[in-house]
C-alpha cells in the first residue's frame, strides 16, 4: 500500500499553514509546514518531500530564490503560490523551475486539484497506470519513460521536472515535425505548468538549458519562425 503523498507548506502566513494542513489531511495528504527557507531547507534534508507548495513574498529569502536553489539541488515538484495581480513572478517562478503556480486568493480545492494534477504527471497518483515500458533512443540520449528517466550522453542522468519530462516525451514522440503551441498545451496533457504559450516558451528553454552544448544554437529543439517547435534528431522506440 503506497504511503500518502507529503507535502511541504512554504508560508509567513501562519492562518494559510493552518488551514491547508487541516484541509489536505482531511483528503488523503501528509503535511509538514515551514514558514520562511531556513525551515524548509531543515525538512527538505530530513525526510522524503513529494511536493512543495512554496509562497513568492516569505521574509528573508524569496520563494523565487528558494525555487531556484531547491531546483539546482532536488527534482521535486514546486508550486508556486503568487499574488493574483504579478505575473511577472508567475513567468519567472516557471523560469526558475516551478511546475505550477495558483494565484492568491485561492480555493483550497482548486490548490488541491492542481497538486494531483502534478503528482499524477510525476507518477505518484493512487490511479491505476500502464504497466508499460517505452524507451526512446536520439543523438546518444536515452529517455525511459517508465522510470521518468533522461540520461545524456555517457549515461549521465540530467534531472527534469514533471511538466519538463511531459514537453520532451511529446517532442520525441513527434519527432521532426512541426508543433504549434497549441499543439504542444494539448499533447502534453494541458495539466499545470503546460497550460498556455508563454509556459511552452519557458519549458523549451529549460529544456534547452540542460540538454544543449549551446542555448543558443539549438540542436536538437529549433524554433519554427510563425509555427512552433520542431524536434529535430530521429528517434529510435523500443
Not at 487541516?22 to 513529494?50: P, Q
Request: aromatic share 6%.
Amino acid at each position: 500500500m503506497k504511503p500518502d503523498p507529503h507535502i511541504l507548506i512554504v508560508d509567513d502566513d501562519r492562518g494559510i499553514r493552518d488551514l491547508l494542513q487541516e484541509f489536505f489531511r482531511k483528503h488523503g495528504l501528509s503535511t509538514s509546514v515551514a514558514a520562511n527557507g531556513d525551515e524548509m531547507e531543515t525538512l527538505m534534508r530530513r525526510g522524503k518531500i513529494d511536493l512543495v507548495i512554496l509562497d513568492v513574498m516569505l521574509p528573508g529569502r524569496s520563494g523565487l530564490e528558494l525555487c531556484r536553489d531547491l531546483r539546482a539541488r532536488y527534482s521535486t515538484p514546486i508550486i508556486m503560490l503568487t499574488a493574483v495581480t504579478e505575473t511577472t513572478d508567475r513567468v519567472v517562478g516557471l523560469e526558475m523551475g516551478a511546475d505550477d503556480y495558483v494565484p492568491k486568493p485561492f480555493d483550497p480545492r482548486e490548490l488541491l486539484a492542481r497538486i494531483r494534477a502534478v503528482l499524477r504527471r510525476q507518477g505518484m497518483s493512487d490511479e491505476k497506470r500502464a504497466p508499460t515500458r517505452q524507451v526512446y533512443r536520439f543523438a546518444g540520449w536515452t529517455m525511459d519513460c517508465s522510470r521518468r528517466r533522461l540520461l545524456a550522453p555517457g549515461d549521465v542522468r540530467v534531472e527534469l521536472t514533471a511538466a519538463e519530462f511531459n514537453l520532451l516525451h511529446t517532442f520525441v514522440r513527434s519527432a521532426q515535425r512541426v508543433l504549434t503551441r497549441d499543439q504542444l498545451i494539448e499533447l502534453s496533457g494541458g495539466e499545470g505548468g503546460v497550460n498556455y504559450d508563454r509556459s511552452i516558451d519557458i519549458l523549451v528553454s529549460r529544456l534547452r538549458r540542460k540538454m544543449e552544448d549551446d542555448p543558443r544554437t539549438p540542436q536538437l529543439i529549433a524554433t519554427v519562425r510563425s509555427g512552433g517547435y520542431q524536434f529535430l534528431p530521429e528517434t529510435a522506440s523500443e
